[in-house]
């Protein structure tokens, strides 16, 4: 009873366990519920896994963005204004003088490319971090 007393309650012991489970599972799977879970679970376990969370859900705002482009396509899109880049995304400027948006049908496949390399890029680095914690 002593020798578990010291060890902790079950929770605290295997919570650190379970993430690093979860996050060999991550990068061996490129599954994005394993690494939304595996994020999830490191979050305590510094600003890195922090970082890469925030990542994660900029993925969200691109898949987002495709909805937006379907449902609402001339308030959505990669817009210039007097030759410089104004925004990416919906704009209720996007009617004003001077506002052009550049893209047009190529956006959604862009931002699916842009989802694609992101998600790659991220779980590559989850598999970094991962090499880097195990030294």
């Known amino acids: 009873l002593d020798v578990l007393q010291r060890l902790g309650t079950p929770e605290e012991v295997l919570k650190p366990l379970v993430a690093d489970k ?39 705002g691109f898949v987002f963005l495709i909805f937006a482009k379907i449902t609402n396509p001339s308030d959505v899109g990669m817009y210039f204004k007097d030759g410089s880049f104004m925004v990416l995304g919906l704009s209720s400027q996007s009617h004003e003088h001077g506002v052009t948006e ?26 970094l971090k991962k090499i880097i914690n195990q030294k």
């Open 22 to 60: 979860k996050l060999e599972q991550a990068t061996r799977t490129f599954n994005p519920i394993h690494v939304f879970k595996a994020l999830l679970l490191n979050l305590t376990n510094g600003i890195s896994f922090v970082i890469l969370f925030v990542l994660f859900l900029q993925l969200l």
């Open 102 to 127: 550049v893209l047009g049908n190529w956006f959604i496949p862009l931002m699916i490319l842009c989802i694609i390399v992101f998600y790659l890029l991220l779980t590559l680095l989850l598999k």
